[in-house]
């Protein structure tokens, strides 16, 4: 990967999520504006407050005390208080005041009263400090401090506009006696709503049109980089090569001794060492100083009248007949998406308990690269709509970012399949997990309208199951602001994929073998959570089958010509 290009990629994620943030905060605050149209207010629910004291009084609020508001703010005020109550004991009157700090303290000096120290409203909950005092207190109504006040029987109403100070909120019985019982709500709302709701749209759409240019840009010369997916294996650069088609003198990964009790395989072909072998493992011998071996595929394999690796043959030979072909409604045809994963010949016990660790870098990068996908396939949409075709670069790119999300995975997370660190490129390579989609020379403009949210709607809700993991919310109170949410508490619970792999990983960890048959089940689902994710990126019009191909080896994957053998017949 060229740094350039990767460095625009980051840089452009970063103003883009930076952008989207500011737009969920001025959706956000939006809707609060709207809800406070016609003068509306944020409330509490009405709760009982008891003193024994003379008054109850709030510690200082201070608003804005060393300034005053931006020019830039179109109004006067932050926003506006609202304070209403009514007297316990019906047909007493209550008086509901705000005050400057210095004046409410003059006027209660010396009075009995009650200070709110901590008030909570989930639940609700009062506490109070109590300050002692012997005065009886004037009227309050009488005073000419207030700020603003309310006074009488029944319900009263007090709306403040907020200014800058230090001020204190005072509720007492209107002819000042004790004790104080009242039932009180408060409500709030904000005129800066509407210039922040303004400052947040701009700012948001601004960072936008930067960021997302920045990541188009990086991501096609990401992608500009390494062979179409669908070029031979002699059209590849130096250093590259096709999966399942290793350079001489690598270990072949996956094609280690079976680490179970082997079971009868398909005969060896003629001229390849050995008389039998186990599903997906190269024919013959496996003495440890092999495995640097020749270049893979060996000459002849898999043996004539044999599907993929990893497959059982139709029949009991060599030359056993293929299959009847079933040509119907129900028919699983070859899926051009295409994902392997070969085990490495002898997996370290413990290792996989920090390889979740040791693959921090990768997540690092895969969340950009991630972000990324996400922005080039909303572009590829408007291409494939307008165009038929997806851009070629982009779609390298997409492709790359898959299969390096595979890559990590069979690494760290849902197979745990080698201890080979993965690699930090989008290109194909000799790493034993390979991700691969032939590029389409045409795509539906209808289809790219429904495939990826509606079309894929069944296959997204296993790959939910499969690899989702689930959270539940339980409400355990009801008792907020009027209107609003309660408080939840919440659990979560492990994919299956996740679940699967640990067991793997557990068996591991005490016997030193890897079960060949819960590899296969995990390759199996993985292949099928991919070719979901390369049809919801658009990259293919058909539909993604509904079947587990289980084993290292996708039953898709195009037998590798080489030049001095002849592809292997397989079953017609």
Known sequence: MKPGRMVMLVLGTLAALLGLGLLAGAAGVGWLNFQQRDEGYFTTQSHRFDAASSAITTAGLDVMVQGRLPDVIPSETAGSILLRGAAA???????VGIAPQQDAARYLEGVKRSEIRELNLRPFRVDYTEVPGTRTPARPGAQNFWAASAEGTGTQELRWNVLPGSWTVV?????????????????????????????????GIVLLVIGVPLIVAGAMGLGRHGPPPHLLPAHYPPGQHQPGHYPAGQPLAGHAPPLETPTQGPPAAAGVPGSAGTPGMQPGPYPAAEYPAAAYPAAGYPAPGYPAPGYPAPGGGAGAPPPPAVVDQFENPRYPARLTGHIDPALSRWM??????????????????WFALIITSIVAWFAILFTARYPHSLFNFNVGVLRWSWRVSFYAFTAIGTDRYPPFTLARTDYPADFDVDY?????????????????IPHLLIVGVLAGSSRTWVASSDDDFAGGAGRYTSGSAVSLLTLLAFIAGVILLFTGRYLRTLFDLLIGLNRWVYRVAAYVALMRDEYPPFRLDMGPADPNERPVVSPQTSPPRGPS
Request: glycine fraction near 6%; charge should be positive; aromatic fraction near 14%.
């Open 440 to 456: 389409p020379d045409h795509l539906s403009r209808g289809l790219v309208l429904v495939k990826s949210w509606l079309l894929a």
């Open 352 to 369: 996989w308990l920090v390889k979740w660790f040791l693959a921090i870098p990768h997540l690092i990068v895969l969340f950009f690269l």
């Open 171 to 203: 509720v007492m019985n209107a002819d000042a006696t004790a004790p104080v019982s009242v039932d009180l709500q408060a409500g709030v709302r904000s005129d800066l709503l509407w210039p922040l709701f303004l400052w947040l749209l701009i700012a």
């Open 89 to 95: 004991t019906p047909g007493k009157g209550i008086f």
